[in-house]
């Protein structure tokens, strides 16, 4: 519960180094940061303008894997990252699930119903919970009041980690991420996205276009 504390304290003040700059505030993250981005609109609603979130971690995608990180995380045990050579501690897991159940306590959701939201889910998924995302996006209010919700299927090789295009998670990654950050884009100009341009590589030449990763 600190971790929970720590991260929402950390938010408050980064939130605050803003408050000079015109214009509305986006809050985007990915996993657990896509959590904290939620939990950050919920307790500052009238100060975020629009939510991006990609497979936010609201709570783990398998019981099985939720228990052995409840038994594991108090033995400081280390699991790879996505990145080479990165390890993390199994309780940081811990942490996050529990601050996923706080974004999705009752006041939390009211809150979210007003702060327009984009989630990006993928079917390959080996962190979040799917079923639990989609409950949260219909339980804020879904697309009758303005969110929006995309998933990529299984076929499209989109991994959990969709957002970090020089990232391999289950040996894959997502090559449609330039198109992915258009429609980012999209939603946070317009309020909605399209999904004929999500899982392509082309880009849609009407919205500014995204450079390729320098090799």
């Keep these: 519960m600190a971790n929970d504390v720590r991260a929402r304290i950390h938010s408050r003040e980064r939130l605050a180094d803003l408050e000079a700059m015109p214009g509305p505030i986006y809050v985007i993250g990915l996993s657990v940061g ?88 993928t079917e390959n998924e080996d962190a979040a919970s799917i079923p639990t995302n989609e409950d949260f996006f219909n339980k804020i209010g879904g697309t009758d009041v303005g969110h929006r919700l995309y998933k990529y299927s299984a076929s499209d090789l989109v991994p959990h980690p969709l957002a970090e295009p020089n990232v391999k998670s289950q040996g894959m990654t997502n090559r449609f991420w330039q198109s992915l950050y258009q429609e980012t884009f999209r939603f946070l100009t317009t309020g909605d996205f399209d999904p004929s341009n999500m899982d392509t590589v082309e880009q849609d030449l009407n919205l500014p276009q995204v450079a390729p990763l320098k090799s």
């Design 34 to 121: 896509a959590a904290i981005a939620l939990g950050l609109a919920a307790d500052q609603p009238k100060r975020i303008s629009k939510v991006v979130a990609y497979t936010p971690l609201l709570k783990l995608y398998d019981p099985m894997v939720e228990r052995y990180i409840e038994l594991a995380g108090p033995l400081d045990m280390y699991e790879k990252s996505w990145h080479p050579g990165e390890a993390f501690p199994v309780g940081a897991l811990t942490a996050a699930a529990r601050y996923g159940t706080f974004v999705r306590e009752p006041g939390n959701i009211k809150a979210l119903k007003n702060v327009p939201t984009w989630m990006v889910l």
